[in-house]
């Protein structure tokens, strides 16, 4: 916090790497620093989390991925009281533009009715996938909020009520070999990017170039990415397929 911080944002769970930030606990540091908060729940979605409830003074969602749902329409929201999103729509909608195309929103309209099996389903997909990876002997980490093998399970209990179909995996060898290796042989799962559609797909996000490339970290912020990242994560989003065809698949192309 600084004496001229306006607003926080945070994104939780965190894509890729699945870290979890507490709501709670960031509002009320925002709030005593009279900032306001904002939380980009997309990887959750509404079902799981509910960031207003938790003192969140806005929540950030790309409909692009679960609440669409089937990776065909691209779209966002911004939830909020009706005088702040007021403010929105007069300033920076106005700048940066904010109309749908009508046929995205029909898209995501229409994908939205079934946001909440489909949530139950990627979550249970998850789960089973999760138990694999844990147990294979190439792979070194598992990072999903609904195992109590990740380190902030506790959290995501207090916050989440649906843990999501997304989940990280990093290896005990070289992931860029890895990776290589996956985006040959897999079948099932498509090595792709993007996440939460009805289809499963995994993609390796290296440290170094994320790192340049987006986040920009430095110092203390770069070390403990380093730490949870290793050299890279798969980011795997599990789809609706039968469970044992996606494990199968990861199988016989992780070998
Ligand atoms: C993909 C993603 C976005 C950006 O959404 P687009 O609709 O692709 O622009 C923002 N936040 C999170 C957490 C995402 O996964």
């Known amino acids: 916090m600084r004496p001229n911080t306006k607003l926080v944002h ?53 409909l692009t991925k679960y609440i669409g749902g089937h990776g065909d329409a691209l779209g966002g929201a911004v939830i909020g009281r009706r005088e702040q999103i007021a403010t929105l729509r007069k300033g920076s909608l106005i700048h940066l533009g904010g109309s749908l195309s009508p046929f995205a929103a029909w898209l995501i309209l229409r994908g939205m009715e079934t946001l909440a099996p489909r949530m139950m389903m990627h979550e249970a997909n998850a789960r089973r996938v999760e138990a694999f990876l844990a147990d294979h002997s190439k792979v070194r980490s598992v990072l999903w909020p609904g195992s109590p093998r990740h380190p902030q399970h ?30 040959e042989r897999l079948r099932v799962i498509s090595y792709a990017v993007s996440l939460g559609k009805t289809k499963s797909l995994l993609f390796y996000i290296p440290t170094e170039d994320i790192l340049q490339s987006s986040f920009h970290l430095e110092g203390e912020g770069a070390r403990s990415y380093r730490e949870w990242a290793a050299d890279g994560v798969f980011r795997f989003s599990v789809g609706l397929e039968d469970p044992d065809d996606i494990i199968a698949d990861l199988e016989q192309a992780v070998g």
Do not use: C, W
């Open 10 to 62: 945070i994104e939780t769970p965190a894509n890729p790497i699945i870290r979890l930030s507490d709501i709670a606990a960031i509002a009320e540091i925002a709030h005593a620093g009279r900032a306001e908060l904002s939380v980009d729940a997309t990887i959750s979605t509404p079902l799981g989390t509910k960031p207003l409830a938790l003192g969140a003074d806005y929540v950030v969602h790309s």
């Open 154 to 183: 506790e959290l995501a209990q207090r916050q989440m009520r649906n843990f999501s179909g997304l989940l990280a995996f990093t290896a005990k060898e070289e992931g860029g070999a890895l990776a290589r290796q996956l985006a």
